[in-house]
């Protein structure tokens, strides 16, 4: 099959695994790209910001966003590189994705779907299938938007590199020679977030992360500031809607399954 008909089929796949802490530098694509986590934990990283995939997510990637890959526990990828002509409704901007379980076993299956597929047959259909569920899945809120402000983004950077700090909207401001009124008007206009609710969101991706890769709920909740683990599983099942460890228990489940 020539390149220049490989590249007419409006969706391509890629199964690749990878060990923790393993990072794939930054790079974009001429397609768009839906990632889906089979197991373990996917940080993608823009200019706009960051987006966490647990297992049983997906992260919509536009075509040309130039993005980088972090991985956190042992992460089985199912990529989806998509034709964004494919449907004039896709996703125009990066977003994490419930997976369903129709769409999990369309993307299982279009794994062992060849390239040179047949036009009007079940591979076909299955193709087709896949680029309708993904425009009607729900958009989770997993998601943490990095400023444009040059003084915003420093703050953020702050943030993450120290997040089991008493931070709060008054230190905030003075480490940036600010009003809480000035910084909160900004927060909002910049990420579309309160200082704490960007601060709660933060520090829940950066929980997905650290429990993916094996780390205990004690010392997760401690490392990022939350006074006991009651606190931190509190945060956790208000905004995923179950406990830490019946959430990993289930992503567990659900990469293992059946085989892929």
């Known amino acids: 099959m020539s390149p220049a008909a490989r590249q007419e089929k409006p969706i391509l796949t890629l199964a690749e695994n990878y060990r923790h802490g393993e990072r794939i530098a930054a790079h974009c694509h001429n397609r768009a790209q839906l990632i889906h ?28 966003v130039e993005h980088d890959l972090k991985m956190a526990g042992a992460v089985r990828m199912r990529t989806l590189f998509i034709d964004q002509k494919a449907r004039t409704d896709l996703p125009q901007d990066c977003q994490v994705i419930d997976i369903s379980p129709l769409l999990r076993q369309l993307i299982i299956s279009a794994m062992d779907i060849p390239a040179d597929y047949p036009p009007g047959g079940r591979d076909e259909r299955v193709m087709q299938l896949i680029l309708d569920e993904i425009r009607v899945l729900p958009i989770m809120a997993l998601h943490v938007p990095t400023p444009r402000d040059p003084q915003l983004a420093e703050l953020c950077q702050a943030l993450r590199d120290a997040p089991s700090e008493d931070w709060n909207l008054a230190r905030a401001a003075r480490l940036i020679g600010s009003s809480a009124r000035t910084l909160t008007r900004a927060f909002q206009r910049e990420t579309g977030l309160s200082f704490i609710q960007w601060l709660r969101r933060m520090r829940l991706l950066a929980s997905l992360d650290s429990l993916a890769a094996g780390h ?45």
């Open 37 to 64: 986590a089979l197991s373990g934990v996917i940080t993608v990283n823009s200019l706009q910001g960051s987006w966490v995939v647990p297992p049983g997510r997906g992260v919509w990637v536009p075509s040309a």
């Open 216 to 260: 205990p709920i004690l010392d997760v909740a401690l490392d990022l500031g939350y006074d006991s683990p009651s606190a931190f599983s509190a945060m956790f099942r208000r905004t995923l809607g179950v406990s830490p460890s019946a959430y990993f228990g289930k992503a567990q489940a659900y990469g293992t399954a059946q085989p892929d």
